[in-house]
């Protein structure tokens, strides 16, 4: 008979106050444990509640700016000085550099609401000159700092927001319309839109060229062009025609600081690139992404986890639903334990998110239930492996591993002479699968005596694409790249349609053809039977007879396959199968998670081994694509027949 134990994370303060909600210990005395009868025991968590409340800060860093925007003036205006000057409104100050300034941060606090505003090198009738002070703009009502760097008729503003920490999706979109609004141009009297993201689903058009921090931009589900760099200045250095020098030893002129201690540097950068877009780009903004929880405790013996040995107890899945969260594990995995660690039991609950660490907020105390019984005899007795396909050591020995199909070297080599099973017991992974797969289109303009005139096509790239938004814009982006004269966009009913945008020569035939696949997703056939013919010198638009379906080749049943399982006939054909998972209604999750309620033992065929290899796959017997957001993590529990 299994017995109940309960553990608090805010009950004993004064035995252990460094506690907290996802690291903290209790006590029980021993003796308090004599109604579990057993001397050999194994465990498992069988519940948890764990307030998910968190805030995310996105930190405030001179070399890392949350928005740049580059603003270019008319070619006559590119009198570097003179549009420095014109910078300098009726409170505006020079701020000159000294012996004492060392750094750009010494003449540059971007924690202040001002305009710093720097002159680059520039050529005058003496040679290249020096300006040795930056004009500050001092504004009031404001929570954000701008560094402006002005060079010929380029102008380069580097964004710095104040409030830096969120507990909330409204708080932050209420922050960046404010700092967009609050935006001061000195040249052309560009005007800022009242409201940047509107309703939390668009953003607005912004007339110059943008580009927003990676963290940012995950954030507010942008899905435009990301652009890495080593160099802040790999960003603008096409654009920068004035002197770019790295060092000025014996100057201590602002420009130069600036190039040097913020430009140069080398570091990891990722930028969304939001060209100049007179359209609106729809988002999808989420505070915090779906995170995976790992709980470790010493209640546990120690297990295999990749080319490790870990104490990992438990995985489970935050899908953003509550605050707190209320998991109660099904079929729950058992460990060997023993009294003296359930008497000084340690847990620690670690959050795996795709990009860093999440920092949680006050809330309420974590509840864990474990579950205690008798264990079985030694010889018999089920153990458990964790597997993640982004071990670091596998990855060195197997360098070709991917999210849906790879190896990982264990710590040991594990040897088996009976008839061991190994099941499946819990999945996840990433739901970034590549929904376009080799679609393509192709245009032709052909003269009446079938002369062909012009002949395009392009590829589209495949992917995994959020919203039809999303896909048709990339398709529009296409169209613009090869010189294709057509307009693709969603009309009111949700159907998709395509136009020609020129004058069509009398007898000349237009043709459009997209790939089977393509034709089925947008709406022009009803299954994805052939390519589709569209003759626009017929007709100058087509409106889809079909509504899309954007999801068209996403698999439906994943296949899970493993090296050290026996053959059994899948499809007519003999496959290392370990488990067919059906996975019919997460197209809205950014995580996978199944959790299976009945373990399916499947007889090992390998009775040695040091590695296990796991391929993800689909109807066509091909490892499943997907983006590598997310690693995949399972478990596997190996036990007798």
């Not at 334990?337 to 959050?351: G, Q, V």
């Not at 693709?488 to 004058?503: A, F, L, P």
Request: aromatic share 14%.
């Amino acid at each position: 008979m299994s017995k109940n134990i309960f553990y608090i994370s805010n009950t004993q303060p004064e035995l252990f106050p460094q506690n907290s909600r996802t690291k903290f210990d209790q006590y029980i005395d021993i003796n308090e444990l004599d109604y579990i009868k057993y001397n050999d025991l194994e465990v498992a968590v069988k519940s948890i509640s764990f307030d998910t409340r968190q805030y995310v800060d996105i930190g405030l860093d001179i070399q890392q700016p949350h928005f740049m925007i580059m603003q270019t003036l008319d070619e006559e205006m590119s009198d570097t000085f003179k549009n420095f000057m014109e910078s300098k409104g009726l409170v505006g100050q020079e701020k000159y550099g000294t012996s004492e300034h060392k750094s750009i941060e010494d003449l540059i606090d971007i924690t202040q609401t001002k305009d710093f505003i720097l002159c680059n090198t520039y050529y005058s009738e003496k040679g290249s000159t020096e300006i040795n002070f930056i004009i500050e703009q001092r504004y009031a009502r404001r929570n954000f700092s701008n560094i402006i760097f002005i060079d010929g008729n380029k102008i380069f503003h580097h964004i710095y927001m104040h409030s830096t920490q969120f507990y909330f999706l409204d708080t932050f979109v209420k922050n960046i319309n404010q700092v967009m609004k609050d935006l001061v141009f000195y040249h052309n009297k560009v005007q800022p839109p009242r409201s940047f993201i509107i309703n939390k689903k668009v953003l607005y058009p912004f007339h110059l060229p943008m580009l927003i921090r990676y963290d940012i931009g995950i954030m507010l589900g942008l899905y435009t062009e990301t652009k890495s760099a080593t160099k802040l200045l790999h960003y603008f250095q096409d654009d920068l025609y004035g002197g770019i020098r790295k060092s000025f030893p014996r100057k201590q002129f602002p420009a130069n600081f600036f190039i040097r201690d913020v430009y140069l540097p080398e570091q990891d950068l990722i930028y969304f690139d939001l060209k100049k877009h007179n359209s609106s780009i729809k988002i999808a903004p989420l505070l915090f992404p779906t995170a995976i929880y790992e709980i470790r405790s010493n209640i546990s013996e120690w297990t295999i986890h990749n080319a490790k040995y870990d104490k990992l107890v438990g995985v489970f899945q935050d899908r953003q639903k509550k605050d707190v969260l209320s998991v109660e594990f099904q079929n729950p995995i058992f460990f060997k334990t023993r009294k003296e660690s359930l008497s000084n039991a340690k847990f620690d609950i670690e959050a795996l998110i795709p990009n860093g660490s999440p920092k949680f907020a006050i809330g309420s105390p974590t509840y864990i239930q474990l579950i205690v019984r008798e264990a079985p005899i030694e010889m018999k007795r089920p153990f458990n492996i964790f597997l993640d396909s982004s071990c670091s050591t596998s990855k060195e020995l197997y360098p070709q591993n991917t999210n849906t199909d790879f190896t990982i070297e264990l710590p040991e080599r594990l040897k088996f002479r009976l008839n061991w099973t190994v099941s499946l017991k819990t999945l996840f992974l990433s739901n970034k699968i590549h929904n376009i797969e080799d679609c393509f289109i192709t245009y032709e303009n052909i003269k009446e005596d079938w002369t062909v005139v012009t002949r395009k096509k392009f590829i589209l790239k495949n992917g995994h694409y959020n919203t039809l938004d999303q896909f048709l814009k990339k398709i529009q982006q296409g169209f613009r790249e090869n010189r294709m004269p057509f307009l693709i966009k969603e009309v009111n009913n949700g159907r998709v349609k395509i136009s020609y945008t020129k004058r069509i020569t009398k007898g000349y035939k237009v043709n459009f053809i997209m790939s089977k696949y393509l034709a089925s997703i947008l709406g022009y056939t009803s299954s994805p039977r052939r390519m589709q013919f569209l003759r626009f010198d017929q007709n100058h638009e087509y409106i889809a007879p079909h509504n899309p379906n954007l999801f068209l080749t996403y698999p439906r049943n994943l296949i899970i396959g493993c090296n050290l399982v026996q053959s059994t006939i899948f499809g007519g054909e003999p496959f290392q199968l370990l488990r067919l998972v059906t996975n019919s209604d997460h197209l809205d999750s950014d995580v996978l998670s199944f959790e299976f309620l009945q373990d399916e033992k499947v007889p090992l065929k390998i009775r040695e081994f040091k590695s296990i290899h796991i391929s993800i796959l689909d109807a066509t017997g091909s490892p499943v694509k997907s983006e590598f957001n997310f690693p995949t993590r399972l478990q596997l529990m190996f036990s007798l027949e």
